[in-house]
């Protein structure tokens, strides 16, 4: 037999290729066929709830790289959490009503105008499973665990029932009210949006200053006198019903070369260089106040009035002091016009087009197009001042990404006022992760108007109101609970295909409707009082754990999810939905761009997962800041793939060494200081993760472990750990010590991973030397534990101290050819550590040589580290290469004494 076939090698049959691609789809069916999620909660029966609540998806294509991020964030907490001994249900959630599923089925050859609705809704609802399934699939490809054959999907019966029950709910407590108001309207989408579905983009917009004729001055002004305006938006122009000014500023009526003209008297420089007014002289001022009820000429319809009113919202930082004031087509207007009287008159329809007198010119005109026509005209008139292009920040409608007007029409609102206080209150009780995020909702709650929840599509839950003959609204209990059992038993296309009467409790009468005539409404809810429900109609509604313990979404959500489901939940029930709330940024291209089709740096994590494997893409979620925007590409990814070489190879080589062990008890065990360096640095490295999973910080979970198994464990500990064993006996005291720690390591190492690298943890714990449970997912996480205390750390960080001053010396005298390799060598320690030297005290010098690699050392205690190396000119034994002073037979060959014993196992 040769010496080398004595040698104890690392034999294991865990692949060095991980082969993920190709591995984990079987895992994944694996993990479904032996209900794994099933079982890990059974285990848990009597255990505490931890209730991660899920943010739905949209149900439309393919999942990109922001959901991957948000699922394998989700996935990692579930999976820690109940191997921390929670009971975690996760119940997968879609967002399945709207306007993009409309769309595509439109795309798909459905006209919804001459489509029958309840079957136009019928195609909305097969769409939307498809994408569902389309998702899920993905999502399960990925590793993530959860209820994939129950989600909570809002266009269930059951969970529409609930969501009516939270309208029902809200409109007896006088929460819920229909209106004329101005709002966000996108003839894009057809629909009246929410503040929530507004996101704005620099566009390029025509800019006028135009004047007003003064028709009757009530004797503070004369009729030959103008008033100046400056607007961003001329095509509003025709609906022009009043001028507002701030009755506290003071305005100045001024000679011009272009007329007499009131404008601010602080703006009088400004403008007079900006208009080209000339030699500008003041002929009086006057205060805001003064100016009410004076009343001016349309500048477009001379048999129209615009009268001057008052408001505070006038400032003096832009435009003349004097705002141009359309009621149907902004806020501010609205309400300053609705303390005089006037109401909005509507003149632009659902697609953003004007209805004027048939003679009118702008009558037909889309509203973008109506611009340049009002500048002609009013230039033709002689009223323009002047005109220029500006490039400002405006509202576009963020699905179709086209600009959004105000328009007042009818609709549906949340009052937000009457629960303002009780929702900064939950505001403040809530755990917000980064903490930033309380300020930032605090700041959306405390300046939010009421929100706009009706929507005029056909895709959606309706609100399920029923009018009287006089045009009121019922806001009755019964006629609520009625109509919700109909939307619980039947769905809410029931709203659509059955008449009033049905809608109606039997027999129902209103005093209201003396001939018994009833309306339904035909709008529907905002998909974000949909998704906003969720906690009623999945928590609540399967007696699940509320408030939920987490929500977990993009930080996007502050205006989407999280702000309708806290308003929702505090209206309902008192109380904010989630006791916690965690955000991630967004996920961009390698140059920091925004990911997009039309762009082409999209980055497919499906095909990050079939081609390097979903554990690198879990990886790469593990390791990136996502409290901030993070960035993934393919020079990304492919240093995570190294990374994961590192995790991989490094467990290969402790499987290896660990085929044929047997545990042992460390009592029987006696663990040498290196040893016990690394069981300490061991429970560091174990506690600092497991704080760190706790605290959602899981790149402060992967890189310290990276660098313990990679550093401390590959560069260091199993570098001069290999001498004993591979050359040691079987049965060797040393031996039996580093293998104990080593299948610590593994072990501890192993759970810690599993729930960022679920299915090459699954492989490897499939190699442990011995295992209770079918799946590592069923293993308990270790706990935090205090074995070793601090001198212990310090001691190893002193020792590591030490021993790269010798890894130095040992280099120099190999680069000037002096030794070939560190066992050529004997080396004497001075050690400036008190207990570091107290340590190597208790232990042999053979062993301590061991440590640096090197045949023989001896040590003394010194005012610094610091080696001397020296050729050791000894016998090699021809096994295990090391120099010795003697050596002894073996039948025939010369060996030293500890592979003279090692060899007697094989005889």
């Given at each position: ?19 993920l691609?190709?591995k984990?789809?079987l895992?994944v ?10 079982k890990?909660?059974e285990?848990?029966i009597?255990a505490p709830?931890f ?5 739905p998806p949209?149900?439309n294509g393919d999942i990109?790289?922001g ?6 964030l ?8 109940n191997?921390?001994g929670y009971?975690?249900p996760?119940?997968?959630?879609w967002d ?8 595509q ?7 919804r105008?001459e489509?029958p ?7 909305c609802k097969?769409y939307?499973l ?5 998702q ?8 993530c ?5 129950h989600?909570?999907?809002t266009?269930?019966s059951?969970y ?6 939270v309208?029902?709910s809200?409109?007896?407590k006088g ?7 101005p709002?966000?309207?996108?003839p894009s989408?057809?629909s009246?949006l ?12 025509r800019?006028?200053y ?9 004797g ?5 006198t103008?008033v100046?305006?400056w ?5 509003t122009?025709p609906?022009?019903q009043?001028v ?7 305005y100045g ?6 007329g007499?003209?009131l ?25 805001g ?12 319809y001379?048999?129209r009035v ?16 004097l705002?141009?004031?359309?009621p149907?087509?902004?806020?501010d207007?609205?309400n ?11 003149p ?5 087009v004007?209805?004027?007198e ?11 197009e ?7 005209m009013?230039t033709?008139?002689?009223l323009?001042?002047?005109e220029e292009d500006?490039v400002h920040s ?10 959004v ?5 009818p609709?549906w609102f ?12 939950e ?11 309380e300020?930032k ?15 005029q599509?056909?895709?959606g839950?309706?609100?399920p109101?029923i ?8 806001i009755?209990?019964?006629?609520f ?17 059955l008449?009033?009467?049905?809608l109606?409790?039997p027999?129902?009468?209103n ?6 005539l009833f309306k339904k ?7 974000w009082?949909d998704?906003?429900s969720s906690?009623?109609?999945t ?9 939920a313990d987490?929500?977990l ?6 205006r989407g999810?999280?702000?309708?489901s806290?308003?929702?939940s505090?209206?309902f029930s008192?109380?904010a939905?989630?006791?916690t ?20 740096n999209?980055?497919?994590p499906?095909?990050i997962a ?11 979620a593990?390791?990136?800041d996502?409290r ?6 393919e020079?990304i990814?492919?240093t ?9 190879n490094t467990f290969k ?8 062990y ?9 663990f ?10 061991l429970?560091r490295?174990?506690?600092k993760?497991?704080t760190s ?6 790149a402060?979970v992967i ?13 260091f500990?199993?570098d ?5 064993l591979y050359c ?5 005291s040393?031996?039996?010590a580093i293998c104990?720690?080593?299948?610590k390591c593994l072990?501890t190492?192993t759970?810690l991973?599993?729930p960022?690298?679920p ?5 490897v714990?499939s190699?442990w030397?011995?295992?209770?449970k079918?799946?590592c997912?069923l293993e308990?996480?270790?706990?935090i534990t ?8 310090k ?6 101290s030490?021993?790269?001053e010798a890894?130095?010396a ?10 070939g390799?560190?066992v ?5 320690l001075s050690i400036k550590?008190?207990l ?5 005290c ?6 301590i040589?061991s440590?640096?690699?090197v045949?023989?050392l001896?040590y ?11 050729i050791?000119?000894?016998d ?5 290469r ?10 025939g060959?010369?060996v030293c ?5 090692a060899l007697?196992?094989h005889?």
């Open positions: 037999m040769e010496l080398k076939e004595t040698l104890l090698m690392p034999v294991t049959s865990f692949p060095m290729r991980a082969g691609g190709e984990e789809p895992l069916k694996k993990w479904q066929d032996d209900h794994i999620y099933e890990m909660n285990n848990r009597d709830t209730m991660l609540h899920d943010g949209y149900a990109h790289c959901h991957a991020l948000n699922r394998c989700k996935d990692f907490v579930i999976r820690y959490k191997m921390a009971k975690t996760f119940i997968f959630g399945t009503h709207g306007l993009p599923i409309e769309v089925v439109t795309k798909n050859g459905v006209n105008k489509t609705i309840p079957v136009f809704r019928e195609k097969e939307a498809t994408q569902v399934e389309r899920k699939k993905e999502i399960q490809r990925l590793g665990l959860g209820d994939y054959d989600p909570y999907l266009l269930l059951d529409e029932a609930k969501e009516m029950e309208f029902a809200m409109a007896l929460l819920i009210y229909k209106g004329v108001k709002v966000y309207w996108s989408s057809e009246a929410a503040e929530a579905e507004i996101e704005y983009h620099d566009v390029k917009a800019t006028m135009v004047k007003f004729k003064v028709k009757d001055g009530k503070k002004l004369s009729s030959s103008y100046a305006i607007t961003t938006t001329p095509w122009i609906a022009d009043a507002t000014v701030n009755p506290k500023f003071e009526l001024f000679k011009t070369n272009k007499n003209l404008f601010l008297v602080s703006l009088k420089d400004k403008l007079a260089e900006e208009l080209e007014l000339g030699d500008v002289e003041l002929i009086k001022t006057i205060k106040g003064e100016l009410e009820g004076i009343v001016l000429e349309h500048p477009l001379p048999n615009s009268p001057i009113i008052c408001a505070s919202f006038v400032t003096e930082d832009s435009g003349t002091g705002v141009h004031t359309a149907d087509h902004g806020v207007d609205f300053a016009c609705l303390k005089y009287g006037i109401k909005p008159f509507c632009v329809d659902e697609k953003g004007l209805h004027l048939k003679d009118d010119p702008l009558n037909g005109l889309f509203y973008e109506a611009n340049d026509k009002v500048i002609d009013l033709n008139l002689g323009l001042l002047k500006i405006y509202p576009h409608d963020w699905r179709t990404k086209k600009p007007i105000f328009r007042a029409t609709q949340c009052s937000i006022s009457p629960i303002r206080e009780q929702l900064l209150k505001v403040a009780s809530i755990n917000w992760v980064p903490s930033w995020g300020n909702m605090v700041n959306m709650i405390k300046d939010r108007g009421d929100w706009c929840i009706s929507r599509r056909l895709w839950v309706p609100i109101i009018y009287n003959e006089d045009g009121s609204p019922i009755e209990e019964e006629v609970d009625h109509i919700i059992n109909i939307i619980k038993e039947k769905g809410s296309s029931a709203w659509f295909e008449s009033e009467e049905e109606l409790p027999n129902y009468k005093k209201k409707s003396p001939h018994g409404e035909k709008d529907i809810m905002d998909v009082f998704s906003g906690w009623n109609g928590l609540l509604n399967r007696g699940l754990k509320y408030p987490l929500y979404e993009g930080n996007d959500q502050y999810w999280f702000n309708s806290l308003i929702l505090t209206a008192n109380v939905p989630f006791s709330c965690l955000t991630h940024g967004f996920v961009m291209d390698e140059k920091w761009q925004k990911m997009s089709k039309s762009a082409g999209g980055v497919d499906n095909k079939s081609i390097y494997g979903a554990d690198i893409l879990r990886l790469w593990a390791t990136v996502y901030s925007d993070c960035r993934i590409g020079s990814i492919k995570v793939v190294d990374i994961y070489r590192k995790i991989r080589f402790i499987l290896g060494n660990l085929s044929s047997v545990e042992k008890e460390a009592s029987s065990l006696t040498s200081t290196v040893d016990k360096f690394i069981l300490s640095e429970e490295v174990k506690n993760a497991l999973y706790e605290n959602y910080d899981f402060s890189n310290p472990i990276v660098n313990f198994l990679s550093s401390t464990l590959s560069s500990y199993l001069i750990s290999k001498d004993a040691d006996a079987s049965n060797s040393k031996r039996d104990f720690v080593l299948n072990k190492l759970l991973l599993n960022i690298l299915f090459t943890m699954e492989e714990h190699y030397p011995s295992k209770n079918e799946a997912q308990d996480m270790p706990r205090h074995v070793y205390d601090e001198s212990v750390q001691a190893f960080s002193s020792f590591i030490l021993r790269d890894l130095k040992l280099e120099r005298e190999r680069a000037e050819g002096k030794i390799s560190s050529d060598a004997s080396i004497h550590d008190d570091l030297y107290s340590l190597f208790s232990e042999s010098n053979e062993d040589a440590y640096f690699i045949s023989k001896t003394e205690k010194g005012e610094k580290d610091s080696c001397i190396v020296s050791d000119e000894d090699i034994c021809p096994r295990c090391k120099h010795f002073a003697k050596l002894v037979d073996h039948n060959i010369k004494s500890r592979c003279n014993k007697g196992e005889e």
